[in-house]
């Protein structure tokens, strides 16, 4: 099977929920052209299918999923909730402890960890796939005076 662009998207910059759905169950499907699309994508609309996905051990792009979902809770702390409220985080965050999935759990924890100490932001972790890349948990340090 080659990899080709997904021609689901009737506009790929604002995607549906089924549209993000159908693109990440396709294992030959690329993300569309253009940069960091992956930041549009962490939205409020979408972060519920994105922690669906990167649950999913079968879904061809969990890893892409998950990456969306550190996205979201690093630039709603990096925020201090403007972007994304404190009351959304935190639903997603307990529909996420439902999940048995170590790599939704790590997000579970690291997103927590991150708002007891908001200096753990790291953009090239949280935003650019590194704590992806080398899943770990972040432990936070003695809080700052």
Same mark, same amino acid.
């Given at each position: 099977?080659?990899?080709?662009?997904?021609?689901?998207?009737?506009?790929?910059?604002?995607?549906?929920v089924d549209?993000? @759905?159908?693109?990440?169950? /396709?294992?030959?499907?690329?993300?569309?052209?253009? @940069?960091? %699309?992956?930041? *549009?994508?962490? *939205? =409020?609309?979408?972060?519920?299918? %994105?922690?669906?996905?990167?649950? /999913?051990? *079968?879904?061809?792009? +969990?890893?892409?999923?998950?990456?969306?979902?550190?996205?979201?809770?690093?630039?709603?702390? @990096?925020?201090?909730?403007?972007?994304?409220?404190?009351?959304?985080?935190? !639903?997603?965050? /307990? !529909?996420?402890?439902?999940? @048995?999935?170590?790599?939704?759990?790590?997000w579970v924890?690291?997103? !927590?960890?991150?708002?007891?100490?908001? /200096?753990?932001? =790291?953009?090239?972790? %949280?935003?650019?796939?590194g704590l992806?890349?080398?899943?770990? +948990?972040?432990?936070?340090?003695? *809080? +700052?005076?």
């Amino acid at each position: 099977m080659s990899e080709a662009s997904f021609t689901g998207f009737a506009h790929p910059a604002l995607p549906t929920v089924d549209e993000i @759905r159908a693109w990440a169950l /396709d294992p030959s499907s690329l993300a569309p052209e253009g @940069r960091h %699309w992956d930041l *549009t994508l962490a *939205t =409020d609309e979408l972060a519920d299918a %994105w922690l669906d996905l990167a649950g /999913d051990a *079968t879904c061809p792009k +969990r890893s892409f999923a998950l990456h969306v979902l550190y996205i979201y809770s690093g630039d709603a702390v @990096r925020t201090k909730f403007r972007v994304h409220s404190r009351k959304r985080v935190d !639903k997603l965050l /307990d !529909k996420a402890q439902e999940s @048995r999935d170590q790599y939704v759990g790590l997000w579970v924890a690291n997103t !927590k960890a991150l708002i007891r100490q908001p /200096d753990l932001f =790291d953009y090239d972790e %949280w935003c650019n796939g590194g704590l992806v890349r080398r899943p770990r +948990r972040l432990s936070p340090g003695p *809080t +700052r005076r």
